[in-house]
């Protein structure tokens, strides 16, 4: 793999969309070449996944069928986006990628980590991200943030007890892994923010 794969991770409404753009300026700016992808989504296959899976008017999912769908999507990303890229030397820029699972489902949802760890392991084979940035706020924040853009999706209609668990579990696993998790304190301002941002990716690709 001669590209470099990043992902941008944090609860609902705290900034991913926002400042991914702004780390693809800051990469192109050193002449780096960059795709920016997301997930659930990312091949058209996978971006129909989305569709159901944010869908709040249609049958009930069930946990296990999230789980799975989360991982199905995340094959076609990798097999078909993620590692084509990589191997042409283009960096990776990812909206979500496996530690939301590791946070929704595994946190959120009270999932069992192993069955997580194992699917990870079986769709992944070695790849993880080379870094993440975690951007991290109360929930209510976020929460108040992304209500200001409209409509609420499946996800965003859990209760604040859900995104408490998934803010944990993000933490958790910043803890466990400092080396490659940084977080970023996201109740800033967005200006605060980027500078944040600037300084783990400058430190990243010095
Ligand atoms: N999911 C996903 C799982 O359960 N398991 C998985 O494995 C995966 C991959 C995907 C959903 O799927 C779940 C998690 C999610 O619920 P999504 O749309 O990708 O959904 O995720 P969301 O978090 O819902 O995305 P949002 O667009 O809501 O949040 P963002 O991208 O974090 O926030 P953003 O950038 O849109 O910003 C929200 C608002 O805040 C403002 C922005 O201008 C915008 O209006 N804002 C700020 N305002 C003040 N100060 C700042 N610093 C600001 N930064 C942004």
């Known amino acids: 793999m001669l590209g470099r794969f990043i ?33 659930p989504g990312g091949t058209p296959l996978a971006e129909a996944m989305r569709q159901l899976l944010l869908d709040k008017n249609q049958e009930e999912i069930t946990e296990q069928a999230e789980l799975l769908m989360m ?82 999706d499946r996800f965003e209609l859990e209760k604040i007890t859900f995104f408490e668990k998934v803010r944990q579990a993000y933490l958790a696993l910043a803890e466990q892994q400092p080396e490659r998790i940084k977080v970023v304190d996201a109740t800033q301002t967005l200006e605060l923010v980027q500078a944040s941002i600037h300084q783990s990716i400058s430190q990243f690709y010095l």
Not at 16 to 31: C, D, F, G, P, R
């Open 7 to 39: 992902s941008l991770e944090g609860g609902e409404g705290v900034g991913k969309t926002t400042n991914i753009a702004y780390i693809q300026s800051l990469l192109e700016e050193q002449n780096i070449s960059v795709l920016l992808t997301r997930e």
């Open 71 to 152: 991982f199905a999507a995340r094959a076609q990303h990798i097999k078909h986006v993620i590692k084509p890229a990589l191997e042409r030397g283009v960096w990776v820029l990812c909206d979500r990628f496996t530690d939301s699972t590791y946070a929704y489902q595994g946190g959120g949802r009270a999932m069992d980590i192993t069955t997580i760890h194992w699917l990870e392991n079986f769709v992944q084979g070695e790849l993880r991200p080379d870094l993440t940035l975690l951007l991290d706020a109360p929930v209510q924040v976020g929460m108040n943030r992304a209500a200001q853009r409209g409509k609420l």
